[in-house]
């Protein structure tokens, strides 16, 4: 998850899909007040439209900010995926999340 900021000092807005994660940051890690709004959808569009003036979102290339004009200035924290079975179903569809899991592995091994 990465953000992107304007120059530290003055009080500004931020958007973000994760604000309690936006919050932490900001009040936490950064010692900031910040407004944050919660937005579904296009973040990246929020700094555009004059919503906010930073945005708080997760980044896999930066393709889709630099369209934007925007850029990756810090990361928040790393993120992972991960893949979380009830231990009943693994042991009723033992199978079938096996070959599931399996693909996923196979998918990613050869990408």
Do not use: W
């Not at 992107?4 to 900031?32: E, L, W």
């Not at 042991?91 to 999340?97: A, G, L, P």
């Amino acid at each position: 998850m990465y953000v992107v900021q304007p120059q530290p000092g003055r009080n500004y807005s931020t958007t973000s899909k994760y604000p309690n994660i936006a919050k932490d940051y900001f009040y936490n890690k950064k010692h900031q007040t910040v407004e944050i709004i919660k937005l579904n959808g296009s973040v990246e569009l929020a700094p555009i439209v004059g919503l906010s003036e930073v945005i708080v979102d997760i980044v896999e290339t930066g393709a889709t900010l630099r369209e934007n004009g925007l850029e990756v200035l810090e990361e928040v924290c790393p993120l992972s995926a991960r893949i979380v079975v009830n231990q009943v179903s693994m042991k009723m569809e033992n199978e079938r999340i096996t070959k599931l899991i399996n693909d996923i592995k196979n998918y990613l091994e050869n990408k």
